[in-house]
C-alpha cells in the first residue's frame, strides 16, 4: 500500500497563477483533509471532505477550492496565487473522523513569488 | 483558532534522558491524539486517548490525560536520536475536525 501521496513534491508560482494539488489514498478511507503549515502556527486545515462528493470549510479556505470527485482522491486548488500562500501543503486520510487516526502524505512545499 | 498548544516550543535532551512535553486546550473533547513529525516529512500518528481514559501507553511513550485541567502530556522514556521530531497534539473538534498545537521541537544528543 502506498498510503497517501501527493503530487507534486515542490513547486514554486508567480503571483496570480493558479495550480492545482493532487492528493491520493489508497486506504479506502472515507474522510480527507488538507491542511498547511507555517512556522510556529502548526497545522491549520483549510478544507475537507467526508465522503466522495463532499467538501466542507475549514479555519483557512480563502484562496482555495477543493473537489472530491473520486473517493480516492482529494484536490485542492489555488485560483490567484499570493505570497501570503506560500506553505508547506499537507493531505491526510482517516477512516472515521476525530475519532480515529490521520494518515499523512509528504507534503508539498509551494512558494509563491 | 487552534485548540491544543503544546508546551515547551523546544526541548534538548541527552541520549537515554526521558522527555516530556505537555499540552493544553480550550474545550471539552472527546479524544486527544499525538503525532510525530520528522523533518521535512509527514505526521505520524502515536496514540490516541480517550476522554475516559487516564493514561495509556505504547512501547516507550506514556500519555496522560486530566480533563479537569484541559491538559495531557508525552512522555518519551530512554530517548534515542531516533526521537528527533517535532511533536504535537491534536484535540478533536465538532464536525470530525482535528485542532492542532504548534508543536514541541525534540532534540536528542548522542
Known amino acids: 500500500n502506498a498510503g497517501v501521496t501527493q503530487t507534486p513534491k515542490f513547486r514554486v508560482l508567480k503571483t496570480g497563477q493558479s495550480m492545482t494539488l493532487l492528493c491520493a489514498q489508497d486506504?479506502?478511507?472515507?474522510?480527507m483533509y488538507w491542511y498547511r503549515q507555517d512556522p510556529g502556527m502548526g497545522l491549520r486545515l483549510i478544507h475537507y471532505?467526508?465522503?466522495?462528493?463532499?467538501?466542507a470549510k475549514g479555519e483557512v479556505p480563502d484562496g482555495y477550492n477543493v473537489s472530491r470527485l473520486k473517493k480516492q482522491n482529494f484536490l485542492l486548488g489555488l485560483e490567484s496565487a499570493a505570497p501570503s500562500q506560500t506553505s508547506v501543503y499537507f493531505c491526510?486520510?482517516?477512516?472515521?473522523?476525530?475519532?480515529?487516526?490521520?494518515?499523512f502524505g509528504p507534503g508539498t512545499r509551494l512558494t509563491v513569488t | 483558532s487552534q485548540q491544543g498548544e503544546e508546551d515547551p516550543q523546544a526541548l534538548s535532551i541527552q541520549e537515554g534522558e526521558n522527555a516530556t512535553m505537555n499540552c493544553s486546550y480550550k474545550?471539552?473533547?472527546?479524544?486527544l491524539q499525538w503525532y510525530r513529525q520528522n523533518s521535512g516529512r509527514g505526521l505520524v500518528h502515536l496514540i490516541l486517548?480517550?476522554?475516559?481514559?487516564r493514561e495509556k501507553h505504547s512501547g516507550r511513550l506514556r500519555v496522560t490525560l486530566d480533563t479537569s485541567k484541559k491538559s495531557s502530556s508525552l512522555l518519551i522514556t530512554a530517548s534515542r536520536a531516533a526521537d528527533t521530531a517535532s511533536y504535537f497534539c491534536?484535540?478533536?473538534?465538532?464536525?470530525?475536525?482535528?485542532?492542532f498545537g504548534a508543536g514541541t521541537t525534540v532534540t536528542v544528543r548522542a
Open positions: 491526510a486520510s482517516s477512516y472515521g473522523g476525530s475519532f480515529y487516526e490521520q494518515y
Open positions: 486506504m479506502n478511507h472515507e474522510y
Open positions: 471532505s467526508v465522503g466522495e462528493g463532499t467538501t
Open positions: 474545550t471539552s473533547i472527546n479524544n
Open positions: 486517548i480517550r476522554s475516559n481514559e
Open positions: 491534536a484535540s478533536d473538534m465538532v464536525d470530525y475536525k482535528l485542532s
